[in-house]
C-alpha cells in the first residue's frame, strides 16, 4: 500500500491475509456475543445443549431446559456463541493450511516458518480458552485471556500477512534509516502500552465495568472518585458458580473503568508524542504510515468516549473492539516496516556505492 517496489509476494501470501481479515470478524462476533450476554447462550462446550448447532424445534428445548434447568434456553443468544464457535474453528483450519504451507517450504531462505508454527500453537489453547470461558462461566481472568488471545492471533495473522508481502521501504538516506532504527524501542513501548490497554479493556468488560463512570470527563462528578483497586484488580479470585452480569460492587468497577480511561490517555499521548517526533524522517511513505496511525487512534477515542456519553450502545461498542484491533494492526505495520526496512547504499572512496 506505501511501497512501490518490484519484489512479488511468497506464496501463502493471500491465505494469509484472508486469515487476517477472518479472524477480524471472528474478533467481531465474538464482541457481539460478549455484548449481548450470550457468553453462556450455550451452557455446554462443544456443542450447544447437546446439538451440533443449537435447539430449535419445541421438543428439543423442552428437554435442553430439562437437561440444564438453570440455562433456559433463548434463541437471541444461542446462534451467536455457535456460530462465533464455528467460526472460529474454520480460523483454525485457516491457520492449520498456513502451517502446512510453512513446513512444505520450511528450507526456502527467507521463508517464515516459526511464526505460522507458533500461531498454530496459539490457536489450538485459544480453542482451550474458549472453552474455559464456558465451563468456568465466564471467570474474569480467562475471558480477559481469551479476548487478548483473539487480538494476538489477529496481530500474527497481519505480520505474517506483511512478511508475506515480501515488500521492504527503500531509497531511504543514511540520516533517514538512523531515525528509523532510534525509533525502534519506543515502537515497542507503544505496543506494550497498547496491549495493557487492550488487557484492561478485556478485565473493564468482563467484570462489567464500562458503564461504572457514566459521566465524563469526571466519574460520578468527581476527579479522583472513591475506588476499590484491591477488588477490582484481585486476579486471584475464586471461581464463582456464575459471571454473568458480574460479581463486584461499585467501588471495585470504578477502579477498573478508571484505570482504563487513565490508560486509554497514556496511549493517546504516547502516539501523539511518536507521530510527532517521527514526522521528521521526510519520507512519503513514513508519513502516510504515521498518519494511519494517528487516525485510527483518534477514532478509537472517540469510540470509546461514545460509549461513555451514550451508554454503551452495541453498534459503538462492537466498532470500539474491532477499531482496537486495528490499531495494533497499525502498530504492527510501523514496527514491521521499520524493522524490515533496507539498509541505505553507502559511498565507497573510489566514489561508487556499496550494499
Known amino acids: 500500500m506505501l511501497l512501490n517496489d518490484s519484489r512479488s509476494p ?46 430449535i424445534q419445541e421438543h428439543n428445548v423442552l428437554r435442553a431446559e430439562t437437561r440444564f434447568p438453570d440455562f433456559p434456553v433463548d434463541q437471541s443468544k444461542t446462534w451467536p456463541e455457535m456460530v462465533h464457535r464455528y467460526l472460529a474453528g474454520t480460523l483454525g483450519l485457516l491457520i492449520v493450511g498456513l502451517a502446512a ?46 479476548l487478548l488471545g483473539g487480538f494476538t492471533i489477529f496481530a500474527l495473522l497481519w505480520l505474517l500477512t506483511l512478511r508475506l508481502q515480501n515488500r521492504r521501504w527503500s531509497g531511504l538516506g543514511v540520516d533517514q534509516y538512523g531515525q528509523l532504527q532510534r525509533a525502534r524501542p519506543w515502537v515497542l513501548v507503544g505496543m506494550t502500552l497498547l496491549v495493557v490497554q487492550v488487557l484492561l479493556g478485556g478485565w473493564t468488560t468482563s467484570n462489567y465495568a464500562a458503564l461504572a463512570c457514566a459521566d465524563l470527563p469526571t466519574c460520578h462528578g468527581h476527579w479522583v472518585p472513591p475506588m476499590d483497586f484491591r477488588t477490582g484488580f484481585n486476579v486471584f479470585q475464586e471461581i ?30 504516547f502516539t501523539l508524542g511518536f507521530v510527532a517526533w517521527l514526522w521528521r524522517v521526510r519520507d512519503r511513505r513514513v508519513r502516510q504510515l504515521l498518519a494511519v496511525l494517528l ?22 461498542a462492537v466498532a470500539h473492539n474491532a477499531v482496537g484491533a486495528l490499531l495494533l494492526a497499525v502498530w504492527v ?14 559511498k565507497v572512496p573510489d566514489g561508487s556505492q556499496a550494499a
Open 10 to 55: 511468497k506464496p501463502g501470501h493471500r491465505l494469509a491475509l484472508f486469515a487476517t481479515a477472518f479472524s477480524l470478524i471472528v474478533i467481531v462476533l465474538g464482541a457481539f456475543t460478549r455484548l449481548v450476554d450470550a457468553g453462556l447462550g450455550c451452557p455446554d462446550w462443544p456443542g450447544c445443549y447437546g446439538h451440533l448447532l443449537w435447539p
Open 333 to 346: 505495520t510501523v514496527a514491521a516496516r521499520i524493522w524490515m526496512v533496507d539498509r541505505p547504499a553507502q
Open 295 to 316: 487516525v485510527v487512534t483518534l477514532l478509537q477515542v472517540g469510540l470509546g468516549l461514545s460509549n461513555i456519553i451514550f451508554m454503551v450502545p452495541l453498534q459503538v
Open 240 to 269: 464463582g458458580p456464575n459471571y454473568l452480569g458480574g460479581q463486584m460492587d461499585n467501588e471495585a468497577r470504578v477502579a477498573i473503568q478508571y484505570t482504563h480511561r487513565m490508560g486509554a490517555l497514556v496511549v493517546t499521548l
Open 101 to 146: 504451507l510453512a513446513w512444505r517450504r520450511h528450507s526456502e531462505r527467507g521463508y517464515p516458518f516459526r511464526l505460522p508454527v507458533f500461531l498454530l500453537f496459539l490457536v489450538v489453547w485459544q480453542a482451550i480458552f474458549g472453552m474455559w470461558t464456558v465451563t468456568l462461566k465466564l471467570w474474569p481472568q480467562i475471558v480477559t485471556l481469551h
